[in-house]
Structure formats: C-alpha cells, structure tokens
C-alpha cells in the first residue's frame, strides 16, 4: 500500500509535469513604521514576477504570486509565515527586517520552504546551520567592517557615540561597527539603545550634546533616525549622524529636514547603475516607480529562485537550496550572484555614501559614494 508521503510526492512531481503553477510568497511590511522598505520589497518581487511570466515562465510553468503584510512585526510576521505556508507556497521572498526574517524563517524550515531575503543583514539569519535561509544582501558583520574602518580612519581623536534601537538589526549592526571601531583603535563615549516609535528623543540628544559627541553611528531605520537628526539640530547639537542600510529611503530626508545633508550611510552598491538593469529600470519607471535601495536586491531574490527552478525542474525547497548551495553564478539586476553553504553571498560588498544636495535642489545618496 502506497503511503500518504508517497502520494504526495507523486502528486507533486505530476503537478510539475502538467505546467502547474508556482506558488510564491512576499513577505513585506507595506504597513507599519518601515513601510518605504516594504513598498521596496513587494515592487520589486512583483516586477520580477510579471517579466519572468512575460517571458515563458518557468520552463512553461507561471509564478503564482502571495503576498502577505507582515508589517514589520515579529509576531505578525510569524502569522504572515504560517498563512504563506497554508496557502502552498513553496518558495518565499522577504521579509524586510532581521527580526521578522529570522523568527518567519524557522516556520519555513519545518515546512520545507526555502526563503530569500533581500535586506536581512543580521548574522544570525543565516548562521544556525539551517539550508533554506538566503539572502542577495550582505550581513551587519561585513557591513560593519566597512562602517567602523570608515569612522576609525576618518574621524581619529573625535567623540562618537553608538547608538541603536534594540531590534536584532540595529543592535546588531551598531555593534559590529563597534567591534572593528575598537579594533582599530577607537574609543566609543555612549553606547544606548533607544525605544522605537517615540516622537521625543531629547532625553537622548542632552545626552549626546552632554558628551560633546562629533559624531553618532545610528543601528536602525530611517524612521527614528530622521527624528534624533532633527531633534539634535533643533537643540544646536551638530554632529555628524552616521548609519547603515536602515537610513537608505527618501523619506529619511522627508523626516530629518535639511539636517541630513552631509549624513554617512554604508549600503550596497547602487544596483540602477548596473548597465544590465536598465531594460527593468524602464519598465518601474514606465509605472512611476524609483528602483531605489532594496527594490532591484528583491527583483534580484525573485530571479535567483526562478534559476533554481529551471535549472532544476522543480519546485521543492530542499531541492533549489541544494542547487544554490552549489554556488553556480546567477546573473541578476544587481549583478552576478553565488552562495556558500550558509545562503550567504560568496561576494558581498558595502560601499559608503553621503547624503549631498543635488543641482536640483534635493538631497540624496545616489551617485555620492566615498571612498574608503
């Protein structure tokens, strides 16, 4: 007598013979306090979506898109994961934040789901030894290599203050700066974590002014970043604000006013310069849609699952893991990708940026790369 796990495999392999569809998950915030990410995530999963089945799909098969808010919460986000799972999914793209990624990828795992994050940067979403977790990002610790050389180099014999908001990517990533700050001989006078979401942080500002703070490296998102920016302008503190990816959104500079101009920011290298992304480039700016930040890394994500699964000729998450763990280049919008053991990039790079005003008027990070 045939068993129900026999049936099922046999029911799987001939819904891939008949051209069934694939069905895929996006896990993005497109509500809650970092909604500009997940805006990010979902138009770039989609876009991707919509040129592959353009394209003839998957070897004849279509990406069956799902789409789940997880509003960049941890418990919703585990809600999110189990509906994706519910609903047959089988791959997963998202989600934005570390803490939603990590704690999602767990219930992916005991279902046999592999996920791709595009802006995950926390090490431990990839370090506990489990094969579905990826990511077209790099991590806090590379990140922060790059970041606490920069401050140590740059900003010898100056008051820095590191500051973060908690969550397993701002404080992770403010202290993997830390670490290569110390090692490279640099002395921190505040390290502080703040509370996410509050409007008044001028507790913390008298702090930093009371330090006689040149410079404070923010772990965290725009959203509060802007606010402590404002508010240290506001109370005559000039100091320099420095981060990472979490300051990449326009609206940063919506929420911090003319105070961001000269803002520090570590992130990856700007994907819409990429020669190779153009054609896709048109087709976002076709629909009103700036592939900035983490936009064309999701498009990305979405690309590298479909390789898998052609180059495969399945759709099971333990079998595309396995092919990607091989570190076989994919080419994608944001240049060529290829994967150790762990999911992670064997190539990743972090560039550093300034916030400058443009010719137009406006400020932003495009185009204004430093160097190391």
Known sequence: MCSLAGLLLVAGAR?????????IGVSAGVTGPYAAFGVQLKN???QAIE????????????????????????KQGVSVANKLVAAGVTMVVGAVASSVSIP????????????????????????RGMWNTFRTCGRDDQQGVVAGAYLADHFKGKRIAFVHDKSAYGKGLAQETLNTFKAKGGKDVLFEGINPGEKDYSALVSRLKSANVDVVYYGGFHTEAGLIL????????????????GLSPKEFVQIAGAGAEGTLMTFSPDARRNPNAQTVIAAFKAKAIDADAYTLYTYAAVQVLARAVV???????RVLADWLHQGKTIETVVG???YDKKGDLIRPDYVMYAWKKGADGKIDYAGNELAP
């Open 311 to 317: 180059e495969t000729g399945s759709s099971d998450g």
């Open 230 to 245: 404002r508010q240290m302008r506001d109370q005559g503190l000039n100091a320099l604000l420095a981060g990472g990816d």
């Open 15 to 23: 819904a891939e013979e008949a051209g069934a569809p694939v069905r």
């Open 104 to 127: 999602a990828s767990d219930v992916f795992l005991d279902a046999g789901i592999i996920q791709v994050t595009p802006s995950s940067t926390n090490v431990k979403f990839t370090e």
């Open 336 to 338: 060529p990708i290829a």
């Open 51 to 74: 040129d592959i089945n353009k394209a003839g799909g998957l070897n004849g098969r279509k990406f069956e898109p799902v789409y789940g808010d997880d509003a960049s919460d941890p």
């Open 44 to 46: 770039g999963a989609s």
